[in-house]
């Protein structure tokens, strides 16, 4: 398949970074203990969207289809604040969260924000939605920076 110069992957990093890419996988595994996975789907789509990461956008959307997510709700996340009728309390909270963390350069996390996503989390819980928002913005920066091409993932591909 050829590729536009700005769809041409700039590197497979992790061929070259293998330890990273396990300890990645790892991480991934771990963070998602816990919590579930149509909300967590919904997250990785929403960090994936506020990071223009066209590789996890294609997988994540991909997984979710597949695990029984509706097209229409996952249309409506990059405008949730708009559509927040599509979406329980609990996983607002969560979409909330995850661009409180994925946007740092608008400030800390808010209280309030933190606050509203500890309502509906329990601190186990909570802490396992912040280290899986912590990982799929990991995972973005991979995909941004090595310009990773969106296209040939099939559902259930990955770890």
């Known amino acids: 398949m050829e590729y536009a110069a700005e769809h041409t992957p ?8 293998p330890e990273v890419y396990k300890a990645m996988i790892r991480l991934d595994a ?18 994936s969207q506020l990071n223009h990461c066209a590789l996890c956008l294609d997988m ?3 997984d979710a289809l597949a695990a029984g997510e509706s097209v229409q709700r996952i249309v ?5 604040e708009e559509s927040r009728h599509f979406y329980t ?8 969260l995850t661009e409180a963390i994925t946007v740092l ?30 990982v799929i913005n990991a995972w973005n920066r991979f995909g941004v920076a090595t310009r990773a ?3 040939h993932y099939q559902a259930g591909q990955h770890a």
């Open 10 to 17: 700039r590197m497979r990093w992790a061929q070259h970074a």
């Open 30 to 47: 771990a963070a998602r203990q816990g919590l579930d996975p149509a909300l967590y789907e919904l997250v990785k789509i929403r960090a």
């Open 60 to 62: 994540h959307t991909k």
């Open 76 to 80: 409506q996340l990059s405008a949730w």
């Open 89 to 96: 309390e609990k996983e607002l909270a969560a979409l909330e």
């Open 105 to 134: 350069t608008d400030g800390f996390v808010p209280d309030e924000v933190y606050e509203k996503a500890a309502e509906y989390f329990e601190e186990a819980e909570l802490a396992q939605l912040i280290a899986g928002i912590a």
């Open 149 to 151: 091409v969106p296209g």
